[in-house]
């Protein structure tokens, strides 16, 4: 882990969303050289779901030696904003650090995003960000210090990030936009910078998005906290960056990043908005219709099949299924598998009673999913969600999205009994 030095000993930091996840491992961090820790979120009873609160994260900066602040604060609500920076002043007498995390998130299409989840993440990744920006400003021109960290990602125009979740992107991307325009407006006064994970991070809402078992794919709060830290130390002229927590600790001269994996040597899933992985690249360009140069071409074997997990799987889907599921579906999927126990397998939803086999279906595919035989287990099984399966490049759908959308409701039903 990278060393606190004290450095940010009675500096004030201010933080949307500081009650649970990244929010509150950053204030940890910086609490442990005894800074002032404001804590903006609007968890004050505890939730059924989600653990901590404003109050238990005071307690526990506190406890490592810094002096906490707790308030309830909705970023979509200016006053309550302007409240808390009030109460900031007073306490404790400036704001030094501006962390913007506060973020909702729904990894829908359009179709599937009510208007209610597009104006919660409108409101408080975009909108938030910048009013909770503008109270602190005033202040922050008059530190020493002077940061503010927006938890968004690198502005990658690459259609993929755009294609499944639009809206959601585009309220991260506000985020990330705010860092171009502020860096300048404010260049020589306040530094102005983005931070994003290059993997999944393992946070209460990775677990809502990604299910059970994602957390060996993912790495702890930690090396957001560290990255953030590292950022906090350089002058107001580094400023305009979109930094990533794994390079700029490698500048730092970190070389284990083990340290950081909730399971040492488990492959990471990658994070969204980055095009670093070109395999998973490469299946997400040929997802919207383009040939990557880097590809190399395999002709996939179709093997028999042979009794295995596969052909269990689908069993169990077959006799899962009825009227009812054809009924709501009405659709034929169509499952490209690589690997042992691969070749190609069909879901009839579509004509009475359902049906499932080895080969090609009777009727035309309305989606054709390809992925490995492994992850096919894991998805239907619930190990692995489609929606993060696609993401990380693992799954690729061709027809129409709507339906494949369709499957993964479907799943969620089908879970229990595999």
Avoid at 190 to 204: C, E, G, S
Avoid at 214 to 226: H, M, P, T, W, Y
Avoid at 261 to 280: M, R, T, V
Avoid at 302 to 312: F, L, N, T, W, Y
Wanted: glycine share 8%; charged share 25%.
């Amino acid at each position: 882990y990278l060393p606190s030095d004290g450095r940010l000993a009675g500096c004030t930091v201010f933080i949307t969303g500081a009650s649970r996840g990244i929010g509150k491992a950053i204030a940890l961090k910086a609490a442990k050289d005894g800074a002032n820790i404001v804590i903006a979120a609007k968890t004050a009873q505890p939730h059924p779901k989600l653990l901590g609160t404003i109050y238990t994260a005071a307690e526990e900066i506190e406890a490592v030696g810094g002096k906490a602040l707790p308030c309830i604060v909705d970023v979509r609500d200016e006053q309550q904003i302007n409240a808390a920076v009030e109460k900031a002043i007073k306490q404790f007498g400036g704001i030094d650090i501006l962390v913007n995390n506060a973020s909702a998130i729904s990894l829908t299409n359009t179709l599937d995003t009510p208007t209610k989840r597009l104006d919660l993440m409108m409101n408080v990744n975009t909108r938030g960000t910048y009013l909770a920006s503008k109270a602190c400003i005033p202040y922050l021109k008059k530190s020493k210090v002077a940061h503010i960290l927006n938890i968004s990602p690198p502005l990658n125009l690459n259609p993929i990030w755009f294609k499944q979740h639009c809206a959601y992107t585009i309220a991260k991307y506000g985020m990330s936009m705010y860092v171009l325009g502020m860096a300048e407006e404010f260049k020589g006064e306040i530094a102005v910078n983005a931070l994003w994970p290059k993997t999944a991070i393992h946070t209460a809402a990775m677990d809502m998005l990604g299910g059970p078992g994602i957390e060996s794919q993912c790495r702890k709060v930690d090396i957001i906290a560290d990255a953030a830290y590292s950022i906090f130390q350089k002058p107001k002229s580094f400023t305009g960056n979109f930094v990533i927590d794994e390079g700029i600790l490698k500048e730092e001269g970190i070389e284990n990043f083990d340290v950081y994996a909730i399971k040492p040597g488990h492959p990471l899933q990658p994070d969204f908005f980055l095009d670093e992985y070109p395999e998973a690249v490469s299946k997400k360009m040929e997802s919207t219709g383009a040939v990557p140069e880097f590809k190399e071409e395999k002709p996939q074997p179709q093997p028999k099949p042979r009794s295995g997990a596969v052909e269990e799987t689908f069993r169990i889907v077959k006799d899962s299924l009825s009227d009812d599921v054809v009924k709501a579906t009405q659709a034929v999927y169509l499952f490209e598998l690589s690997g042992e126990d691969g070749g190609t397998w069909f879901l009839d939803l579509k004509s009475k009673g359902g049906n499932v086999g080895y080969g090609e279906p009777s009727d035309q595919a309305d989606v054709v999913m390809s992925m490995t035989t492994d992850d096919f287990v894991k998805m239907f099984s619930g190990k692995l969600k489609p929606t993060m399966a696609f993401m990380s490049g693992k799954l690729k759908i061709k027809g129409n999205m709507a339906l494949a959308i369709k499957l993964e409701k479907l799943m969620n039903q089908m879970n229990a009994r595999l």
